[in-house]
């Protein structure tokens, strides 16, 4: 659920509706009250988290204006925040944001003439406060949110708009937490999410999937920001918890339908195999206490055998479309490898190295370069990793990031210099916004102390 800053925009997000409605909703006796509102909260935080993409995707789809449908979902939200605690949490929370999501769209659709029309495919409401059917089902067909992500990715939107309005609209994380992913001011955010949904409401964009010429026109960008709601679940930019599992599961979700549809495409199959192979490790990679385990640490007996095996399945099919290995390729080769080994003692890092090096030359950026550091790392020695990490010192787009100096502690440590590692940990823990990796950075620091 988004989190208690208000957007760029000016809109103020559920957990701000929260602190404002719970006054109002408070019961006589101050210990029942303050139960009922915490229960009331964390069913809504809940049921936005699980199931804000899938209410967005379904009130696009019925309103036809992004920025309505968001505005009307966020009214639900508040809505929950204020009847619930009184009421009761209903049986079905999303299916309860839906209804009451649809029923102020027919409020503001009968006010107004032009939308007639919509007014009757939704068809009569009683107009008032709000009781709906906690038994109500969220109509929506399956492919909503893929519907959603190909609207996000259209080209009449700027490159730098589509992977943020993604971010907004399917993951349901705020101006801030897209800000500091990209390394840029909230307000740019804001203005980029903003200026995107205008966009799409001016230009006429239909929110439907787009003929095989047109899906091919955005395919790229559209794995790109599938593999962005997974990279956010697999290691969440901000908050509290190491990793939001329902986005990786949609991320999923998404690549395999993605696949069905174009299964000529290599590279759409190596989506997949990377995405199943990494998210084969969800259940090793959190501790009990819920702090992060590091790659090598981790039991590899939870890793799922079932996960493995699809991932493998799906990378085999990409190589048997003899393509030109691509950056999702190449990487669900990496992953591969990785899980093919029992121990971590056993990983082939040469290969891996190799693989890296095919990456930086197929996908050049500073995030592989780091990445390519780890591998080299392994491969041929800690020094030969810091080497690869040297020409990265003055890159803009690290200077805000935990990655480099999380990554040079590690390979520091390696080479034998503790009081160097701790003191990249340190700087590391202070750039992170995820306070479970703050508090691991931080515990590797003392360690080396």
């Known amino acids: 659920m988004p989190g208690t800053t208000t957007p760029a925009d000016g809109r103020a997000t559920p ?48 309103t036809r204006d992004v920025d309505l449908a968001d505005d009307l979902a ?6 929950a925040l204020q009847q ?30 032009t939308h007639r029309r919509l ?18 089902q969220v109509d929506r067909v399956e492919d909503d949110v893929l519907r959603l992500v190909y609207l996000a990715c259209h080209p009449v939107l700027p490159a730098d708009a589509r992977a943020a309005l993604t971010l907004r609209l399917v993951c349901g994380l705020t101006t801030t937490e897209i800000a500091r992913a990209y390394l840029v001011k909230d307000a740019t955010i804001g203005q980029r999410i903003t200026r995107a949904k205008r966009l799409l409401v001016e230009q006429g964009v239909p929110f439907e999937l787009p003929d095989r ?20 679940g697999y290691t969440a930019t901000s908050g509290d918890a190491w990793m939001r599992p329902d986005l990786c599961l949609e991320a999923l979700r998404l690549a395999r339908m993605l696949a069905a549809m174009e299964p000529t495409t290599a590279e759409v199959h190596g989506l997949v195999a990377l995405l199943e192979i990494q998210a084969s490790r969800t259940a090793a ?9 590091l790659l090598e640490d981790q039991d590899r007996a939870r890793w799922d055998g079932l996960l493995i095996e699809r991932g493998q399945a799906a990378l085999g099919r990409a190589e048997a479309l003899g393509q030109l290995a691509g950056p999702y390729v190449v990487q669900a080769a990496i992953a591969a490898t990785h899980a093919r080994a029992r121990r971590a003692e056993d ?36 020094e ?5 990490l040297v020409p990265l010192e003055r890159d803009p787009v690290l200077a805000a990031s935990h990655l480099l100096p999380s990554v040079r502690g590690d390979l520091l440590a390696r080479a034998g210099r503790p009081v160097e590692a701790a003191a990249a940990f340190l700087d590391a823990a202070a750039l992170t916004r995820n306070e479970s990796e703050r508090r691991l950075l931080r515990r590797r620091a003392a360690e080396l102390g």
């Open 347 to 382: 990983t082939d890092w040469t290969r891996i190295a190799r693989l890296y090096n095919l990456l930086a030359r197929t996908a050049p950026s500073p995030i592989v370069e780091v990445n390519r550091a780890v591998a080299h790392g392994r491969a041929y020695g800690p």
């Open 285 to 293: 990679r959190v501790g009990p206490d819920g702090e992060p385990v």
């Open 213 to 232: 010429a047109e899906r091919a026109e955005r395919l790229t960008d559209v794995m790109r920001v599938i593999y962005l709601i997974f990279n956010e």
């Open 15 to 62: 957990a701000d509706g929260f602190a404002a409605s719970a006054a109002t909703a408070a019961p006589a006796d101050a210990t029942a009250a303050a139960a009922d509102l915490t229960a009331a909260a964390a069913a809504a935080a809940a049921a936005w988290r699980h199931e804000s993409a899938h209410v967005l995707a379904t009130l696009v789809r019925i």
């Open 384 to 388: 030969a990793g810091l080497a690869v």
């Open 84 to 113: 619930w605690p009184v009421e009761g949490i209903p049986a079905n929370p999303a299916a309860w944001l839906v209804s009451v999501a649809k029923r102020r769209a027919v409020d503001q659709f009968r006010r107004s003439a």
């Open 119 to 136: 007014v009757e495919r939704l068809g009569e409401t009683q107009p008032g406060v709000e009781h709906p059917d906690p038994t109500d």
């Open 74 to 79: 966020q009214e639900a939200m508040l809505a």
